[in-house]
């Protein structure tokens, strides 16, 4: 339903088109609305859906009597500490009056803000800051502690229980580079333990800056907020937003949507908007449709995607030091055909190790590449895609012909590729639907490294399992009267026992039978101790005979 009062805060187009996470709702509203509420941190890339989730849940709690739903985006509060402490105090008092019904500029300019709080009682806690704003040198110290402090008192004043979510959260961090800001997260802290009746949700898109604020046992906030890792879209939830944009689509096409968005919400309602204006000029839907609506909205100057890919990689490169090698290794990781090592990047650039680590810590900490197995890759498959062309001079028009970009569609398959993460979670719906398929049959034990047969129970239940802390996390957890646990590595390395012992230790208090894909099989080691505690094991060659016993 659409709610009127929040016109400003929620268009109504993005309210219509949000669709999945039911998960994280659920469990939003498991900790946020609980009697006794918990503190939560939603992390994932940019644009993966975690504001328009907020947003969601916003919507549809803002008539909830018992709490007052209070939103901030860090990133435009956080030029100086002054600006942040007045802002930060103008927007609870815009949710307390105005409810995201309005534009906010009159609650966060000063003269404007006291005559917009009308309670005496509100005014009179806002006095120590206006005092301190007008002084020619303010104490930033009681600037930031009387802000911090402020979500209480409105807390007070209304009686309600405040939800203070806190958007972008990373950039508070630049606000330590100013005299007497370098401890905001420890005048944060110490507002947030005295505070009675106010529960936060911080949010980030920098997410080596958020593990640090969260999980590093030197910050000031480390280990005070549940984490909800908000990942890209299973096959289902982007089914379920192409379908309120194409309702008769077939599987197969809506499942190159999925892939060419990877998932990610903001590129797929983009390339379904290009499908639409192609197929309103004459084109039917199909694949090389897909492919061009993908091309043209990342390569096409017009297109959103490019519009995006271009300010997020400037502004990434303007927060780290270093620019020109900075851009080549960014250039170099997106035109090459597998991932490299830092030795292999050295190389290409012809520099020693040294200064090119360095290099990829920077560009590890803006959140553009992580590593994985001393590998690195984009964090983000459409950017990569945008790098390898963009930077190196191919643009495309806005609505081009196929024989026009003829090479481009050719090298798609080759030049866009999942990371490895989004690679891994394709192979777990794999899994899934296989699992789907078992109904009693009685399968030839080699598939599974077993001897004997394995009888293939039916599940009512398979599903991904993230435990309530967040600190285990299950590929595929199928319940009926037995439980199977599943962990799939789709890499071109054979596990080894220490990977088989860590999925048995964690998966034991949670199933019955465990079941272990690796792509490329597993060591001796880890099929020795596989077949003690009764892991079953199948590599991409078994997966292969698995399937065709059951089509059989």
Request: aromatic letters at 10%; charged letters at 30%; proline letters at 3%.
């Amino acid at each position: 339903m659409w709610v009127k009062m929040l016109d400003y805060f929620y268009r109504k187009d993005d309210q219509e088109i949000f669709s999945g996470r039911k998960g994280e709702l659920s469990l939003m509203e498991e900790y946020l609305l609980s009697e006794r509420s918990v503190d939560i941190h939603l992390s994932g890339l940019r644009r993966i859906g975690k504001t328009m989730l907020i947003k969601e849940f916003i919507k549809r709690h803002i008539n909830n009597k018992n709490i007052l739903l209070i939103y901030i985006n860090l990133e435009e509060i956080s030029e100086t500490p002054e600006d942040f402490a007045l802002k930060f105090v103008g927007w609870h008092a815009y949710w307390l009056y105005a409810r995201g019904d309005r534009l906010p500029a009159v609650f966060l300019h000063l003269p404007s803000l006291i005559f917009e709080l009308q309670d005496k009682e509100l005014r009179d806690a806002l006095m120590p800051i206006t005092q301190e704003l007008e002084k020619a040198k303010p104490d930033r110290q009681r600037l930031l502690q009387e802000c911090f402090s402020f979500s209480d008192v409105v807390a007070r004043f209304s009686q309600k229980r405040v939800i203070l979510f806190l958007d972008e959260f990373q950039e508070i961090k630049s606000l330590t580079n100013f005299d007497q800001a370098k401890n905001i997260l420890k005048l944060m802290r110490s507002a947030k333990d005295r505070a009675q009746n106010v529960t936060y949700c911080i949010s980030g898109s920098i997410i080596s800056e958020m593990e640090y604020i969260t999980r590093d046992s030197q910050s000031p906030l480390f280990n005070q907020f549940i984490h909800i890792p908000i990942k890209a879209y299973s096959r289902g939830e982007s089914r379920e937003l192409i379908n309120k944009f194409i309702v008769d689509i077939d599987n197969r096409n809506a499942g190159f949507l999925h892939h060419y968005s990877a998932g990610n919400s903001f590129y797929l309602v983009q390339i379904l908007r290009k499908v639409m204006l192609f197929m309103r000029k004459g084109d039917a839907l199909s694949e090389s449709l897909i492919k061009r609506a993908f091309i043209s909205e990342t390569l096409s100057p017009s297109g959103l995607i490019h519009t995006y890919c271009n300010y997020l990689y400037n502004i990434s490169l303007q927060r780290a030091r270093g620019y020109g090698v900075l851009r080549s290794l960014l250039d170099i990781i997106a035109i090459a055909e597998e991932a490299m090592t830092q030795s292999d990047l050295a190389r290409a650039l012809k520099m020693s190790q040294g200064p090119v680590r360095i290099n990829l810590k920077q560009l590890q900490h803006v959140g553009l590449l992580f590593e994985k197995e001393r590998r690195y890759y984009y964090h983000d498959p459409v950017l990569k895609y945008w790098v390898a062309y963009v930077q190196n001079g191919v643009e495309v028009s806005d609505f081009p012909k196929e024989k026009d970009i003829i090479l481009i569609i050719e090298e798609l398959g080759k030049k866009y590729q999942l990371v490895p993460e989004e690679l891994g979670k394709a192979k777990e719906e794999s899994a899934m639907a296989i699992m789907r398929q078992f109904s009693g049959q009685e399968i030839d034990g080699r598939v599974f490294g077993t001897k004997g047969n394995v009888r293939l129970p039916k599940f009512s239940k398979i599903r991904r399992y993230i435990s309530k802390d967040g600190k285990t996390e299950i590929d595929v957890l199928a319940t009926n009267r037995v439980k199977w646990a599943v962990e799939i590595k789709w890499k071109n390395k054979a596990a080894g026992v220490k990977e088989i012992e860590a999925f048995f230790r964690k998966a034991s208090p949670l199933a019955d039978r465990f079941w272990y894909i690796a792509r490329a099989g597993f060591t001796k080691g880890a099929t020795e101790f596989a077949s003690k505690k009764g892991v079953l094991l199948s590599s991409e060659r078994d997966i292969n005979a698995l399937l065709n016993k059951l089509k059989a």
